[in-house]
């Protein structure tokens, strides 16, 4: 019983701590402080709103189709590489050609995040 107890109040001092934890925008880029920290801001790339949003059914999708059609190469062992290779080269192309659909979409945006980086 004592060590749940811990457990929820050092679960609360960290949701506190959280709770009051200063957000920075872009105008306090370059902010600096008293403690040699300053203020950085970069582009980060955000996910919005995507029910797949790690390209899993791209990747599948462009796998299956590259083995297949690897697989109408060659003869024996070459066969075999020719379709490992096609479902390695077809899961890669799912996957930018996915992710280019949900940029195209909105799904995914760049963002300016920015936070206090101390040195």
């Not at 001092?13 to 925008?25: D, E, K, P, V």
């Not at 996915?98 to 940029?103: K, L, M, P, T, V």
């Amino acid at each position: 019983m004592k060590t749940i107890r811990t457990i929820l109040l050092a679960g609360a001092m960290l949701l506190s701590a959280n709770a009051f934890a200063q957000q920075y925008g872009p105008k306090d880029e370059g902010r600096r402080f008293n403690d040699g920290s300053k203020v950085v801001c970069k582009n980060v790339e955000v996910q919005r709103s995507s029910k797949d949003s790690n390209r899993i059914l791209g990747t599948a999708t462009g796998a299956v189709v590259g083995g297949l059609l690897g697989n109408q190469v060659g003869k024996g062992n070459g066969k075999k590489v020719a379709t490992v290779g096609g479902a390695v080269a077809g899961g890669l192309i799912g996957r930018k050609v996915q992710g280019d659909s949900q940029e195209r979409k909105g799904d995914r945006v760049v963002e300016r995040r920015c936070e206090r980086v101390y040195r």
